[in-house]
């Protein structure tokens, strides 16, 4: 079993950072890709970020490139999510979820066995 915990989350203006951290129990986190979702009131589900198990492999919404990075620390069972130059658009729940083992990562949630709580991030204009 994994459990997964999101933090980080809060209120940022417009052009602001934050960085968000999920943190994992379990032994084998360190062997499965982890993707970033989000959902905004009143709409879907949506992927953010990507990255495989061994970090080799990153992958991004359109909409967040360039502004958002993924990174894992396999030693702290961390994956992180630093989110630069945020817009109002951005504000939603944010989700962490790990797929299985030697994954490589993916933008569909199906693909996803476990998942954190959520954490909120705010955005103001």
């Known amino acids: 079993q994994v459990q997964l915990v999101e933090s980080g989350g809060g209120l940022v203006q417009a052009g602001g950072s934050l960085r968000l951290s999920c943190a994992a129990s379990?032994?084998?986190?360190?062997?499965?890709?982890v993707g970033w979702f989000r959902q905004a009131p009143g709409k879907e589900r949506e992927f953010v970020a990507t990255?495989?198990?061994?970090?080799?492999?990153?992958y991004y919404a359109d909409s967040v490139k360039g502004r958002f990075t993924i990174s894992r620390d396999n030693a702290k069972s961390t994956v992180y999510l630093q989110m630069n130059s945020l817009k109002p658009e951005d504000t939603a729940v944010y989700y962490c979820?790990?797929?299985?083992?030697?994954?490589?990562?993916?933008?569909?949630?199906?693909?996803?066995?476990?998942w954190g709580q959520g954490t909120q991030v705010t955005v103001s204009s």
């Open positions: 979820a790990a797929g299985p083992l030697y994954s490589r990562g993916s933008d569909s949630p199906g693909e996803y066995n476990y």
């Open positions: 379990g032994r084998t986190f360190s062997g499965r890709g």
């Open positions: 990255i495989s198990w061994n970090g080799g492999r990153e």
